[in-house]
């Protein structure tokens, strides 16, 4: 299929565990963060957006946090369950530049049941 | 509901040669985008349509053609492939300017000999 990232950096968590994916994104002036969730074979799909007015935005099993000090994000699923696995994307952009996107290299998680 | 779709899947093609990728949206997206994914490098942007006939250049546009004569259509063309342009090559589409929800392709996997 078209998965790409053999060498992405794993996350291994066990079925039913809360997992975190860390993202360091690269510009400041970056006010609107996506993740995305790529399953092997299979296109991109949009799992939760944060704007930076807000630090932390809740969607279903999922968790967003944004600390803009750092340039930090991270991705909280609780949960976890074996169709959590995936390589999970960040991206950033300022506000409108849906074509100035920019993605992370990706993590992968690896749920073991 | 076909959503998006691209074509071909795969693709093995000479150095040299004239490659064509095809995506189609039955949603009528305002925003269309070509992706290129590598390993190491994420999603990276190649061009984009606001709309028909409006398109522009992404962040690696060399090498690469695109029209979109049709709302629906965004054909991705490489004029004389190279070995560099052997990649997954991901169509995607927004409806506007509302959130970074960008629905994406099943990607086309280009081999360049």
């Known amino acids: 299929g078209e998965s790409v990232g053999l060498h992405l950096p794993t996350l291994s968590v066990q079925e039913g565990d809360n997992s975190i994916i860390n993202c360091a994104y690269s510009n400041s002036a970056s006010d609107y963060f996506i993740w995305y969730k790529q399953e092997s074979g299979k296109g991109p799909q949009f799992i939760i957006d944060i704007r930076s007015n807000m630090d932390k935005r809740q969607g279903q099993r999922v968790t967003v946090l944004l600390n803009k000090t750092v340039k930090h994000l991270s991705l909280q699923i609780a949960a976890t369950q074996p169709g959590d696995s995936a390589v999970y994307f960040c991206?950033?952009?300022?506000?409108?530049?849906?074509?100035?996107?920019?993605f992370g290299a990706g993590t992968r998680l690896a749920v073991h049941p | 509901d076909a959503g998006i779709t691209q074509s071909p899947r795969y693709k093995i093609t000479e150095t040299g040669r004239q490659v064509t990728l095809m995506c189609h949206q039955t949603w009528s997206h305002s925003y269309m985008f070509w992706y290129r994914q590598d390993l190491g490098h994420g999603l990276r942007l190649i061009y984009y349509s606001a709309a028909a006939d409006i398109t522009d250049k992404g962040e690696v546009p060399d090498g690469y053609v695109v029209s979109r004569s049709k709302t629906e259509n965004f054909p991705l063309t490489l004029e004389s492939a190279t070995r560099s342009q052997t990649s997954v090559y991901f169509c995607a589409s927004i409806p506007g300017q509302g959130t970074g929800e960008l629905f994406f392709g099943e990607g086309s996997r280009l081999t360049v000999l």
């Open positions: 991206a950033e952009t300022i506000s409108g530049g849906y074509n100035k996107l920019i």
